[in-house]
């Protein structure tokens, strides 16, 4: 029967493809609210649409390779929720005003603290696999894009800021046990 | 299933859901002759036939979201007993409703009915193709009606074999039959 099991194989193969597809979209559905927040509070819709459209494929992609990727994605949209929410909720009434006075520290300060986060669960969890590099890749990128989602809102330095706060927080903590070990 | 493959198995399927596309084939090589085994017990060949691979399209769509703490042969044979319960239920509301008449009032074929049958002609044209060549041989002989090259009884072995193939690759390119 080898012809006939060779299509049902590649009729699995593909059921199996698209369900990798159809598993990322948890992963869309909690970014879809951070775009409409970003392109409400932001007051840049272009920039924010960019920014999430960008945010989507990575997911997509990310689960549907697996492995380190799609476990990196996980944790950089839970490392990024800080850089989203801190900048719109420091902005939440000044930006009505035009004037985001607090945004880009607050940016910084929030990606200091999910890069840590993120290093500190890299440390723990995957510090010894040879699948490291992809995991924080994937993270420190998914981190990025929710972080640029909120610090938007800063413009341009703001963004910057966020993503130098990013690598400032994480590199530390997952170079040091490298050190100590 | 023995307890070393059901171990294989749940590595197997636990490997699939991370995303680790070497483990494709091994699932599918264990849960092939598995599921249809199961089917078997349940349905007629034909139905079971058909459940079979719906089930094992099915795993395959949701390995993605298998939780490695479920036991992977449960969740399959789970995946596996809903669609021999839908199998049934279909087989038992065909038998309810009937088959529709493809006949005109004097007795020839309509010619929706013909449309049909050229349809279903061109399918099996398509589905011997794909079969082995001898396969498509002795079952061109069978249904001409030529005398057999080999004895009677290996012959009809033959036949039924080939048909069997000739089923799977009907149902895998053109679902139900």
Known sequence: MAVPEAALSARARRAYEMGRLRSALPAVALAVPMVGLSIVLCD???????????????????????QPFERGARAGLVAGLGPLLLPMATCFHLCAGGVCLLAPTACIVAALVGGAALGLHARHHISASPDAGSFMVTALAVAALVGSLGCVIAGLSGIVGMVIGLALGTVPVVWWPARAT | MDRARREALQGDLARLADGDRDAFHPVFVCLWPLLRGFASRY?????????????????????????????????TLG???????????????????????????????????????????????????????????????????????????????????????????????HGRP
């Open chain 2, 43 to 75: 349905l007629p060949a034909g139905d079971a036939e058909d459940a079979a691979q719906e089930a094992l399209v099915k795993v395959f769509a949701r390995a993605a979201v298998f939780d490695a703490r479920r036991d992977a042969l449960h969740w």
């Open chain 2, 79 to 173: 995946i596996a007993a809903y669609e021999i319960k839908t199998a049934r239920r279909r087989r038992q509301r065909r038998r309810e409703d009937g088959e529709p008449s493809a006949e005109i009032g004097d007795g020839r074929l309509g010619p929706e009915a013909l449309a049909i049958a050229k349809e279903r002609e061109d399918a099996i044209g398509a589905a011997l193709a794909l079969l082995d060549p001898a396969d498509a041989a002795t079952l061109r002989a069978y249904a001409a009606g030529d005398p057999p090259p080999v004895k009677g009884a290996t012959f009809r072995k033959r036949v039924q074999r080939a048909l069997a193939r000739l089923r799977l690759a009907w149902r895998i390119d």
């Open chain 1, 44 to 66: 840049r819709p272009t920039a924010s649409a960019g920014f999430g459209l960008a945010l989507v494929a990575i997911l997509l992609a990310t689960a549907w390779r697996g």
